[in-house]
């Protein structure tokens, strides 16, 4: 499993550094705006190619499935964005870019990688919170996670951004973006009867803000809510600054189900730190339904001690 750490830290560093160069220059038109009217940016695309091509020259029998692929860049209208992430990636030809990025168009199966180059595209755009995220699932579970998150100060220094990863069994780490020594991590040991410090997603959309504060009022003036883009919440709350993390169904889309790369990395760092991963009903998450979370409804990400609590005052009717 540490050869699959290394180049999968190696992997994400190298993407970051990009993301960060495109993100101090960002400009309207180095986005397009995908079917779902989700948009995506020269950095995603960049993060993919360089994510995959690494991935597949190291590991070339293990399919990787990525959130993004190339087939609109291929189109003429689009041609803009493909000279700009060109401009990040000088010394590799048109071709090569297109077919990294379709790298990412594995199938899952018995072991595959899954990635999201940039998730929280929107806190991208806003120049706020975002993450790279890479796992590897084997039989179902993920089994090794990696979070780059470039905007989320290392140890309070404002300058460094931070790595976090985790090999199931083995625990999670922490050191900064751009090198340094790998500290594990621990989730919180508040309990219902303390501080409670709540995450949620900026983007409304993204959750359903008015039940989380139905359900944050039962804890009175002890409950604090703190908004990030991104999986940047679950490395957030394996480092012990904050409790709970909810994601639950937004009423406008009562349908929606989870991406396995929104989750697979953040969800083994949680539950390596020490605390739950479920949905909302209490139940394992199990990614062994093809890309989505098919068996799955919302989630609630906990240090443990609260998971309990926080699964009945959701399901109590
Ligand atoms: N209706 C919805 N409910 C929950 N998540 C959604 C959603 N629509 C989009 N998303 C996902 O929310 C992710 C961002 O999460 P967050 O809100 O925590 O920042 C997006 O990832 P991308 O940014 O990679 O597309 C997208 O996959
Ligand atoms: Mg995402």
New binding site residues.
Partial sequence: MKTYLTIALQAVEQAAKICQQVQAQLVEEDSLTKKDR?PVTVADFASQAIICKRLKEAFPEIDIVG?EDAQSLRQDENREVLNKIGQFLPDWSVDQILDSIDLGNGEPGALFWTL?P??????FLRKDQYAIALALLKDGQPVLGVLGCPNLPFNGQADRGTLMYAIKGEGAFTLPLGGGEAKQVHVSDNDPEDVVRFLE???A???NHSLQGRLMAHFGDRAKAVRF??QV?YAVLARADADVYL?LP?SE?PD?R??IW?HAAGALIVQEAGGTVTDMFGKPLEFNHGKKLMANRGLVVTNGKLHQKIIELLNRG
């Fill in positions: 989700s959130e999201d940039i998730d929280g595209t929107k806190g997603s900026v983007e959309g993204h959750a883009d991104s919440k994601r937004n889309k929606y989870e991406k929104d």
